[in-house]
Structures are given as C-alpha cells and as structure tokens.
C-alpha cells in the first residue's frame, strides 16, 4: 500500500476555503489540472456515494471517482476511485481542513492510499501529490488569499 | 459543556515540536506559565495514567493533570483534570500535532471540554484559549523557530 500525505497553509478563513472544495463537483472550477465535470444520475454533488465524471485537461482521459464521506462539520471529504488512467487500484484519498486560529488562515491537508499496479511508483506519487495534491492548495491559496 | 479550540503554525518540523511536547513532565520546559513539574508515584512521563503535578509561576496554584493518551503516530496527547486552581470541572483536553508538508512546519491544536463551576462561561474558556493555549503555541514557537532541516 502507498500512502501519500501533503499538507499546505492556506491564507484564508476555513469557510471560504471550504465553500470552494466542498462542491464534489466543482473540481474544474479552480483545478487547472481538470476540465468539464459532472455528477452521474442526476444526483446533487452533496449525495454520499454520487459519482464525479471529469477530464483530465488536454485530452489526458476521465476519471471517475464515488464520494464516500463528506462533513461540514469535520471539513472533510473521502472519495474513492472507480475509472482513472492511472496505475492505481483500492485508491481512497481524503481532504481535511484545519482552521488555524490564531492567524485566521486554514490548513489543507490531503492524503491517499492506493496500490501501484504497473509502472513506477514514484511517479504516481509525484501525479497524485504533487500534481493533484499540492497544485490544488497552490491554487487555492492564490485564489483567495487576494480576497481576503 | 464549554468548549475552546485554538491552532497555530509553529515554525519547526514535527519531529522537533513532537519531541519536546510528548514529555507529559516537561511543561516548565516549554510553557512560560509553568513553574515546577513532577510526576506523581515515579511513573515514566510517557506512562498512560501517570499524574503530572505541576504549579504555576503566577501564583502557585497546583493542578494535577492524568495522561489519558499518548500517541506517537497521530501526534496526540489527551489528559484530564484531576485537582485545579480553575473555576473548571470534567475538564478533558488535547493536543495535537499535524505536519505541513509545504515548508516543514507543524500545525499544533489545542482543545478542551469541561464545565464552567463559577463566573462567566466566557472569561474562563477565554482565558484558557487565550492565556494557556496561545501562550503556549508561542512560546513553543519562540523555541524551535528556524529548527526547520533546511528550509523555511
């Protein structure tokens, strides 16, 4: 089992940060790496185990991915991947913010589990944590860190 | 039931906030409101149940706390009240420790349940957010600022 941990200090308040990520459907919105989503059987993106359908930009493939857990009360979502291009299987990935009292600002954290099932290893943690992981709380951070 | 939660980024590794806030006897070591610490019975301080007995510099007023837990993989310490100068009863807390991956840092949180046994609700959970919690991510800060492995 891989397990993949990245966790980025996020220069505005939890609920605006939240108000962005909570959408299971919203990835394309902020996300570069992803384009065009949609949730599978007319289910709202709040229904626990509706599906997400998404592009990878350029052409790169769809994921599909089920949500499993999602609180607005921990600031959590658990999802779980069902289709992807990518060389992985049992992958469980969860996003979890923090509120950083003392500064008004919000720690981001995320963590996948998976299994590599064909290439090289430190390649897909590098997609998943860096790519995925690590961009989506870069961007985040220049997306509201100005509104603040 | 009152409740009071305060965070902070502290400048340093996990590892090296971890190593100097596990120690359930190392208060006076860290915490500028803390005189004298001892643990009761000559438990280890890393023995789940052990009784710290410590006083504060202010007035030397003698709490005696229980270590609850004590995990080195979620970064978590939980204790409770067992004797104190606070106007405070069924008083559980927790620290805990999250690493930030961006940077090196920690992310350090503080909580605490417990009911209010005299005055105002809110000057007590003020005071201990405030007074105890955020005098404490300070002053740890203070500590190991720059202790990060290279980079900052």
Known sequence: MTKVFVSAVIDAPIEKVWGKMRDFNGLPDWHPRFSRSHIEDGLRSDTIGCVRNFDITGGAGTIRERLLELSDHEYTMTYCILEAPLPVADYVATLKLYPITVSNQTLGTWTAEFRVIKGSESDVVDAVGNGTFGKAFEVMNQLLAKQK | ?152
């Not at chain 2, 939660?5 to 006076?28: C, E, Q």
């Not at chain 2, 009911?115 to 105002?120: S, Y």
Request: hydrophobic share 40%; net charge neutral.
């Open chain 2, 1 to 152: 039931m009152a409740k009071v939660y305060r965070s902070a980024v502290i400048d340093a590794p996990i590892g090296a906030v971890w190593a100097l806030v596990r120690d359930f006897n190392a208060l006076p070591k860290w915490h500028p409101a803390i005189a004298t610490s001892e643990i009761e019975h000559g438990l280890r301080s890393d023995a789940v149940g052990c009784v710290r007995r410590f006083t504060r510099k202010s007035d030397g007023g003698l709490l005696r706390e229980q270590l609850l837990t004590l995990s080195d993989r979620d970064y978590t310490i939980t204790y409770n009240i067992l004797v104190s100068p606070m106007p405070v009863a069924n008083y559980e807390a927790t620290m805990q420790f999250i690493p930030i991956t961006h940077g090196d840092r920690t992310l350090a949180q503080w909580w605490a349940q417990f009911d209010v046994t005299q005055g105002p609700e809110q000057d007590t959970t003020t005071d201990i957010g405030d007074n105890v919690f955020v005098v404490g991510f300070a002053a740890l800060n203070a500590r190991l600022a720059g202790r990060s492995g290279g980079s900052k």
